[in-house]
Nanobody, 123 residues
């Protein structure tokens, strides 16, 4: 069982930065692939970024490549999403998720989800 708690969301102007954190409970965190997803009002949940258990492999949605960076600290049971050059279209609730299998783009492969943190980017 893994419990996930996101933090770090907020209101930021376009062009600004935020760093989201996702703290995980459980001693097996380091064996899980981790992902970030987001859902804007009236839209489907979409993949943002993923990282494998060791942190050596990452994957990003085209819409955030070059602006967002996913990382993890297994000693702290935490995964991060550094978001730079934010745009109004990045406004959404951001969720972190844990996958017992390798980190994937598809949400259906994730076993545990956090409650989400709101990110709002003003123009």
């Amino acid at each position: 069982q893994v419990q996930l708690v996101e933090s770090g969301g907020g209101l930021v102007q376009a062009g600004g930065s935020l760093r989201l954190s996702c703290a995980a409970s459980g001693r097996t965190f380091s064996s899980y692939g981790m992902g970030w997803f987001r859902q804007a009002p009236g839209k489907e949940r979409e993949f943002v970024a993923a990282i494998n258990w060791s942190g050596e492999s990452t994957n990003y949605a085209d819409s955030v490549k070059g602006r967002f960076t996913i990382s993890r600290d297994n000693a702290k049971n935490t995964v991060y999403l550094q978001m730079n050059s934010l745009k109004p279209e990045d406004t959404a609730v951001y969720y972190c998720a844990a996958a017992a299998s390798s980190a994937r783009i598809e949400a259906r492969f994730y076993d545990y989800w956090g409650q989400g943190t709101q990110v709002t980017v003003s123009s």
